[in-house]
């Protein structure tokens, strides 16, 4: 067998040996390329990836389940909103018929919701046309014994309509460290468990999510190394920024580079999320978007990162959370079929991703785990506010600055459409309670804080 440079120049240069072969491990287990010859933009068929092991044709795109579009209820509250049933069977729809065929969902999205709602859209289309993945999301302790984590599972099959789960994933592990991990998956004898329900075919991948600790990433693989267990994938956060530069933004993060390269020397498929940064991505700084529409009129911003996640062959699908019909649109276009990015453009990207650290962002990635807030503070509407005016340039704390009156009424106006005084960054009293359920490790009350005092100064300002 070839053996293959697994860093990212390694897999720019793969890309035109690996092919049918893929990357395969000593396990068996691979993803290899199952298109062919790319065409233009959104004028081809959907780019699929094979799984090795199973023989399964995984789009490139995945559609991920965690925003799914809502209504709101005539309470007007936006804490009551439900799920637009209607608005998610026409999503899947689409996805289904344009060449979509992996789902992604959670017994934790959607304020628990997801699942239902995905098993009701996907169960009006033949089985063999979709493959759905959840997840085993025993977070909170009193979820972590036997009975309640495999009640959870078995509950997904019922809200999912169907007898077998295509790739199950042990979910956000390294948070919460060893202990967590042992406590959620090992000690109840729960991994035992999954393991023997993919050996029954009711599990047909069984894999993991990983955020936080890298000690327990790394403990996982070395499980694999000594033939303890089989990993049938893994889902790793993965993009432009975060392929050298996790650590830049929270010292808990993990370099993308390290994670990808792992399993991909061990033949281990790999799952992308978060390819746009929780939208960050699709909104990059003026100088920064310039550059990246000399480059490609045409294309969004968006499509970069897409491009970019979707590139190294050890990647079976990317996932997106695509509320609206045009965000699934866009991104369908763009794996359609995926162009992947040759070395000077990877390159271009990486100085991209400096220029963007340069701006002072809020690392959110819209993922609502620190939601509901018990004081009612929108905590990822807040953030996305001020991730959008410090991109724009309309953060402007200089009285003096001739654009200062402009800024002002930019930002504060645009707070208030955004988010409603009431659920502002003031209302904040710095219970903490959000702080153990951020993947990224933001410090949530000391960024509130800061925001509802720049908030306030030009609230304060004479103009």
């Known amino acids: 067998m070839k053996k293959f440079d697994t860093g990212r120049r390694g897999f720019l240069r793969n890309l035109g040996i690996l092919g049918a072969a893929g990357v395969l491990g000593a396990c068996g287990a691979g993803v290899a390329s199952s298109d062919g010859a790319k065409s233009g933009r959104g004028q081809g068929a959907m780019t699929k990836r094979l799984n090795g092991a199973t023989g399964d044709s995984v789009s490139i795109l995945g559609y991920g389940c965690m925003r799914l579009p809502t209504k709101a209820l005539v309470s007007g509250n936006e804490a009551d909103d439900e799920i637009d049933q209607n608005a998610v069977n026409e999503s899947v729809d689409y996805a289904i018929a344009h060449g979509v065929n992996y789902f992604d969902t959670s017994p934790a999205y959607c304020k628990g919701h997801s699942e239902e709602a995905m098993g009701v859209a996907l169960s009006r289309h033949p089985r063999d046309k979709y493959y759905i993945a959840t997840k085993l999301s025993n977070f909170a302790p009193s979820t972590w014994s036997r009975e309640a984590s495999i009640g959870m599972f078995e509950n997904s099959l019922r809200m999912l309509r169907t007898d077998y789960v295509d790739y199950l994933l042990l979910h956000g592990i390294g948070m919460g460290g060893m202990e967590a991990f042992n406590g959620r998956y090992v000690d109840n004898g729960v991994l035992d468990y999954l393991c023997e329900k993919r050996r029954q075919g009711i599990i047909r991948n069984l894999g993991f999510s990983y955020h936080g600790d890298v000690a327990v990433f790394d403990h996982l693989l070395a499980m694999m190394d000594r033939g303890e267990i089989r990993w049938d994938f893994a889902q790793i956060q993965m993009n432009y920024i975060d392929w050298r530069h996790a650590k830049e933004i929270n010292e808990r993060n993990t370099d993308a580079e390290y994670l990808y390269g792992e399993l991909s020397k ?198």
């Not at 061990?266 to 999320?273: A, D, L, W």
């Open 266 to 463: 061990r033949g281990i498929p790999v799952v992308i999320m978060e390819p746009l940064l929780g939208g960050r991505l699709a909104s990059v700084p003026g100088p920064v978007a310039a550059k990246m529409k000399e480059r490609r009129p045409d294309d969004s911003l968006a499509s970069w990162a897409f491009r970019f996640a979707g590139t190294p062959e050890g990647v079976l699908t990317v996932l997106s959370g695509m509320t609206y019909m045009e965000h699934l649109k866009e991104n369908i276009a763009t794996y359609s079929a995926l162009e992947p990015l040759d070395a000077e453009e990877d390159a271009f990207l990486q100085r991209m991703a400096l220029e963007i650290l340069q701006n002072d962002t809020v690392p959110c990635t819209d993922c609502k785990y620190c939601m509901p807030c018990p004081y009612g503070v929108n905590i990822p509407g807040i953030f996305a506010h001020y991730n959008r005016c410090i991109n724009e340039g309309t953060v402007v704390r200089d009285g003096a600055d001739p654009d200062f009156a402009r800024s002002r009424r930019a930002f504060l106006f645009g707070y208030d459409r955004a988010v409603p005084r009431l659920r502002q960054a003031d209302r904040c009293v710095g219970c903490g309670a959000c702080l153990s359920h951020c993947p990224q490790g933001i410090a949530i009350p000391g960024r509130l804080h800061a925001i509802a005092a720049y908030a306030e100064s030009l609230r304060a300002s004479k103009i």
